[in-house]
């Protein structure tokens, strides 16, 4: 079972991190358009359209990744004095008569969207000769997909946790810098003599 969780939550990994790439892209892409705007003096007309599609296709892609890293912001306040348990039953709850359906609501009406954007090949409006959405929409089934089978693994997570008392284990990703470990780690050096 464990197998299975982390195969999922690696592909989720896989897919955020790629889509990373995007943000680099953005930086480049908005870089060149301010100097071609302001040195050169030759704006593109379709440059604002793919920012656009470009951090909307990075923050879409990144919603699986963001779950299987426990990265959503929740309201914590009450809910981190909790036994696992009890964190797990909410958790399932709200999977259950949240999540679920508005991910499956997501995936049904961005299928829709999408195969109707690719069956007039539709381009963008805001400009004269604005680039294709088609591909762009589709990105919103393929990202529900991936957050709805990631969401089915924290279900998996929930159940286990319900059983065994613990939360099972996630893959080891980057960290943020915890700012009272470092405090700790830069004063504990303190008190020795040099």
Known sequence: MRNILFFVDRVSTLVGQAFSWLIV???FLVTWEVFARYALNTPNPWAFDLMIMLYGAAFMMAGAYTLAKNGHVRGDVLYSFFPPRLQAGLDLL???????????ALVWAGTTYAAESLAIREHSTLT????????????IPLAGILLLLQGCVEIVRCVLCLRQGDWPAREADVEEVDVDKLKAMVHAD?????
């Open 190 to 194: 303190e008190g020795r003599p040099s």
């Open 25 to 27: 892209a953005l930086t």
């Open 128 to 139: 004269a000769n604005g680039p294709p959405l088609y591909p762009f929409k589709m990105v």
């Open 94 to 104: 709200l999977y259950i008569v949240f999540f679920i359906p508005g991910v499956i």
